[in-house]
């Protein structure tokens, strides 16, 4: 019985014991970020963007036939075919038709106006390029524009796991063919 009692006060202490208040510090991370990676990743993309735009605005030198506007969105563009004739510019929801052709800015073909088929873009509803998501709805029925777009407004880091690679910029010209006004829209 000696044991019984011994062994039952020994298990209660143990008991008291683990239960007692202890105050426990909490672990400090092994390492410590220090923001160096994202700052040298910003001072990477705007070297990036430098040299792009130089390349970009010695195209745009060369080219004395043609006027070039800048985008508040940071790319270029030139008219092809302008329409005087047409005065309505495709907003959200309506239905874009167009066709475009994608080169390097060495002005090598990428994609044929056949590679990439007719299109049709609801607008700011559908995901595409982001350059031809804000350049579209610059654009007027029968026009033809060719879009200079840095990398960022292109396909950027990724490319497009086929023939654009990563940050390549590129000339995309686009002709847009109709549009559609969006029928949910109230006269």
């Avoid at 020994?10 to 700052?39: D, M, W, Y």
């Amino acid at each position: 019985m000696k044991i019984i009692n011994i062994l039952i006060v020994t298990l209660f202490l143990v008991f008291l014991n683990s239960c007692s208040q202890r105050q426990e510090e909490a672990r400090r991370p092994i390492s410590h970020a220090s923001g160096t990676f994202i700052k040298e990743s910003i001072e990477r993309n705007k070297k990036l963007v430098a040299t792009e735009e130089k390349i970009i605005d010695s195209i745009i030198k060369n080219d004395t036939l043609k006027e070039y506007l800048a985008s508040n969105k940071g790319y270029w563009y030139k008219y092809e075919t302008k329409s005087e004739l047409e005065n309505v510019f495709p907003k959200r929801g309506d239905i874009a038709y167009f066709e475009y052709e994608i080169k390097n800015l060495d002005n090598t073909i990428i994609y044929t106006k056949e590679e990439t088929k007719p299109q049709i873009y609801y607008v700011d509803k559908e995901n595409i390029m982001i350059g031809l998501r804000d350049g579209i709805k610059l654009m007027k029925k029968g026009e033809t524009i060719s879009f200079l777009f840095p990398s960022h407004m292109a396909y950027g880091y990724h490319g497009d796991d086929d023939k654009i690679g990563t940050n390549q910029p590129i000339i995309c010209t686009v002709t847009l063919n109709d549009i559609k006004l969006d029928p949910q829209a109230k006269n």
